[in-house]
């Protein structure tokens, strides 16, 4: 049996019976806090980075963690994103790149996806994060530039979100607040995107005020 096959049976005899309050409340509904869009790479466990539970997150993975911009196409993401939006009415999107992203690796060397040609199509969307990251990261050396690369590709996948008619509209009606992150799977860091600042800083200083609330209600139940 293969590993994850044997994982659910161990899961439905001991982690669902000890959830099962959980599960009840589960089958009712769903009401996520955030629709989550990151890149598919194995390394990245949304549940165990963000200590949430089922049901928290309505996740949508893609290799890059990418977002086409809205075009009159329809598409697995730009569905996922409609129905985040209007019909679970997600009070957050957060978009989550990574280090070591293959596929911006692969974004920043097209050339050599040649064998990979939807590969290659999808990794265009990065585009204008490469060509700004070739432009401005050129003095710097080649980890920093593709650290650029992946912050460069969240900002880019931010602005394409706001193309899409569903996310427009939440943003104009104010309810709906963007987030940009990049995880770093080496040493558990996440940076936040800070728009007004121009700068990424980290998870605990972005959000220091509602972290410390969040934290003191959890402490008082
Ligand atoms: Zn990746």
């Given at each position: 049996m293969p590993k994850f096959a044997a994982g659910v049976v161990k899961f439905q005899?001991?982690?669902?019976?000890?959830?099962?309050?959980?599960?009840?409340?589960?089958a009712q509904g769903q009401s996520p806090e955030?629709?989550?869009?990151?890149?598919?790479?194995?390394?990245?466990?949304?549940g165990m980075l963000t200590q949430s539970q089922p049901g928290d997150l309505f996740i949508v993975r893609n290799a890059g963690n990418i977002?086409?911009?809205?075009?009159?196409?329809?598409?697995?993401?730009?569905?996922?994103?409609?129905?985040?939006?209007?019909?679970?009415?997600?009070?957050?999107i957060v978009i989550c790149?990574?280090?070591q992203c293959g596929a911006m690796h692969g974004a920043m060397h097209l050339e050599g996806l040649g064998a990979l040609p939807h590969v290659r199509n999808w990794l265009s969307y990065?585009?204008?994060?490469?060509?700004i990251t070739n432009e401005l990261g050129k003095d710097l050396d080649e980890r920093a530039r593709g650290l650029m690369l992946l912050e460069q590709n969240v900002i880019l996948q931010l602005t394409h979100l706001k193309t899409h008619p569903a996310v427009a509209v939440r943003l104009a009606r104010g309810d709906l607040r963007l987030h940009g992150w990049v995880y770093d799977i080496a040493d558990g860091e996440v940076n936040a995107w800070d728009e007004a600042r121009n700068r990424f800083e980290p998870v605990s200083q972005r959000y220091a005020a509602e972290v410390a609330k969040h934290l003191a209600l959890h402490t008082h139940t």
């Open positions: 005899q001991e982690v669902f019976p000890d959830n099962a309050e959980l599960f009840e409340k589960l955030a629709l989550f869009i990151t890149c598919s790479d194995s390394r990245i466990e949304t977002v086409p911009p809205h075009t009159l196409e329809t598409g697995g993401t730009t569905a996922a994103i409609e129905f985040a939006c209007t019909a679970l009415n997600v009070p957050h790149g990574h280090t990065a585009r204008a994060a490469v060509e």
